[in-house]
């Protein structure tokens, strides 16, 4: 069994996982908007995913030289498979969709090296963290879809974007509880600035708000409000349960795995 423990521990770390969850919003913001699939958004959003976030973890590795073991060999070459995957699906994109890729991608880069003067990137910026990656999870997954779609850029679709951001910062949210005894003081996470309780409290506010927009779209759907129930349910016990105690694994699989089953549920409640 140690060789499946192997494999999953690449699986999770190699940033897999956390791009399924990238495709399954991306195949969400499809479905809400009756759109065909598109194997050029699909790839790119999966592949991508696996390419970028490894480049934000493992990065530093190779710019300082550290010495890298077995399996960060073995994710290194997924990475590149999936650069040149994605490269692939990037050129099929439009040239809308392109060029708002790259300024997803120029985020990214501004995230992770260190381009400022006292040699620190955005990552080390005070309270950042959340927002930018909430806003590129947002525009990756709603925005790059419909621009390749040709949609206009209207009301629920900004209204999509921002329900999206807010679902990001509440699964974040979840993470920094479970984080908040191991981070840097310095970064001024949410559970290190109010506290683990308050944290929980916003968090299930902001399910609230999240539920809530629903009833603004033009068209009210019945079973999407029905889905988003159970949705904000699992998301609130998720958040309730959540303590610094926790396995890394509470985030990085079960809560990370929240689009999945969101996406399950979407894919059911049209069978009914």
């Known amino acids: ?42 790839g790119f959003a999966f592949f991508g995913t696996i390419a970028g976030y490894n ?26 498979l999936a650069i040149l995957v994605s490269g692939i699906c990037f050129l099929l994109l439009e040239r809308r969709t392109q060029v708002w890729s790259i300024v997803f991608f120029a985020l990214t880069l501004l995230y992770t090296v260190p381009f400022f003067p006292n040699k620190k990137n955005m990552r080390n910026w005070t309270g950042i963290k959340i927002y930018m990656v909430a806003l590129c999870w947002a525009g990756i997954t709603t925005l790059l879809p419909l621009l390749n ?13 921002f329900q999206r951001f807010l679902l990001v910062i509440i699964l974040i949210l979840i993470f920094e509880i479970i984080d908040s005894k191991d981070d840097d003081p310095l970064l001024m996470t949410v559970p290190q600035k109010i506290g683990v309780k308050k944290t929980k409290f916003l968090n299930l506010i902001l399910l609230a708000v999240f539920y809530c927009l629903e009833f603004f779209k033009t068209e009210v759907d019945i079973k999407q409000l029905m889905v988003n129930v159970i949705l904000i349910t699992v998301t609130a016990l998720f958040t309730i349960f959540a303590t610094p105690e926790r396995p890394k694994y509470y985030t990085l699989f079960w809560v990370e795995s929240i689009p999945v089953f969101w996406l399950v549920l979407v894919f059911f409640s049209d069978k009914l």
């Open 1 to 42: 069994m140690k060789w499946l423990k192997q494999l999953f521990s690449i699986y999770i770390h190699g940033s897999v996982h956390v791009a399924f969850a990238v495709l399954a919003l991306t195949l969400m913001t499809l479905h809400t908007f009756k759109l065909p699939f598109s194997l050029p958004v699909a």
């Open 55 to 80: 480049f934000v973890k493992y990065e530093s590795y190779f710019r300082y030289k550290k010495p890298i073991g077995t399996q960060l060999k073995i994710i290194t070459g997924l990475s590149v």
């Open 149 to 161: 779609a040709d949609v206009a850029i209207g009301a629920d679709v900004l209204l999509k974007f």
